[in-house]
């Protein structure tokens, strides 16, 4: 009598039988799961064939999914149209560079102190500042376009690199998923730890929390990077001398059907990058999303 009163009241946790997959069943969900895989994987494939069709190839009808007969032309006409070049290309991937390292590194460092702020440290107005950025989320780039060229322009930024990363220093999505990850994987007992051993919040934050949320930045910076990477600065970038890589191969691109060989071995060029910067971290993109946002 007791027990029944005991869990009819909710005192006694039920007891749930953990469901084993069978042989057959993790077959089934294999082959699903490499199909899908195999959908999503058919951009890249076709991007890597196009790059190496002929001429002939590439504007035959019924257009070929694969090359038939692969040809490294494409990427011998790219080598010789960019010495021509009245900037240096060297300047080009010098601008692209410098903009993705600056902009990814800051954003991380920002991101992940500020959603330590809000998470870890009691001040006034926390709740709504997360609150609003949370609601941020919701918007639209191109509604905020018009604002960001208005605000760039009366600091004075137009027409410089820092017209690129600077926006992406405060993008909205890096605090809001650093936050989410410290919640579930820095425990307080921990901080307070190294409070009573003497460590300041900066020495706290570097040398304890941001090793702990690792997989978290290693997260960040796949979403970041491939937008910094492919940055042409938009309308906020005039000169020729700091225009980034993806402006000039568009502007190499943009020579015509004789160049749409040249087209298709840029196309592969730009997407190496972000490529390897996925393989290298997609262990730690797995374990973020798994357990970002979930609680004991």
Do not use: C
């Not at 902009?103 to 460092?109: D, E, F, L, N, Q």
């Amino acid at each position: 009598m007791i027990l029944a009163r005991m869990k009819s009241k909710g005192l006694v946790k039920k007891k749930y039988r953990i469901h084993k997959q069978t042989t057959a069943e993790r077959v089934i969900i294999g082959v699903i799961l490499a199909l899908f895989g195999s959908f999503m994987l058919l951009p890249l494939i076709y991007i890597v064939n196009t790059a190496f069709k002929p001429m002939d190839e590439l504007f035959i009808f019924p257009p070929r999914f694969f090359v038939i007969n692969p040809t490294l032309k494409n990427f011998r006409d790219l080598a010789v149209i960019i010495p021509s070049s009245w900037v240096p290309f060297s300047r080009y991937v010098f601008n692209t560079v410098l903009v993705t390292a600056i902009g990814t590194t800051g954003h991380v460092i920002l991101a992940s102190a500020a959603a330590y702020a809000m998470e870890k440290l009691d001040f006034p107005g926390r709740k709504i500042m997360f609150s609003s950025v949370v609601l941020s989320l919701m918007f639209s780039t191109v509604v905020t376009a018009i604002p960001n060229y208005l605000i760039i322009s009366k600091v004075k930024l137009i027409d410089t690199l820092a017209s690129i990363y600077i926006p992406a220093l405060q993008s909205s999505l890096g605090l809001y998923l650093m936050k989410q990850y410290i919640v579930t994987n820095v425990p307080d007992s921990l901080l307070e730890s190294a409070r009573i051993e003497g460590a300041g919040e900066w020495r706290i934050f570097f040398k304890v929390v941001m090793p702990i949320v690792k997989p978290a930045w290693l997260t960040l910076i796949i979403f970041i990077f491939p937008g910094l990477w492919n940055a042409t600065g938009g309308v906020y970038i005039y000169s020729e001398q700091i225009k980034t890589l993806p402006v000039a191969l568009l502007q190499i691109a943009a020579g015509g059907i004789a160049r749409a060989g040249v087209s298709s071995a840029i196309s592969l060029i730009m997407i190496i990058v972000p490529v390897i910067m996925f393989i290298i971290t997609q262990s730690s993109i797995m374990e973020t999303m798994a357990t970002s946002g979930l609680k004991e």
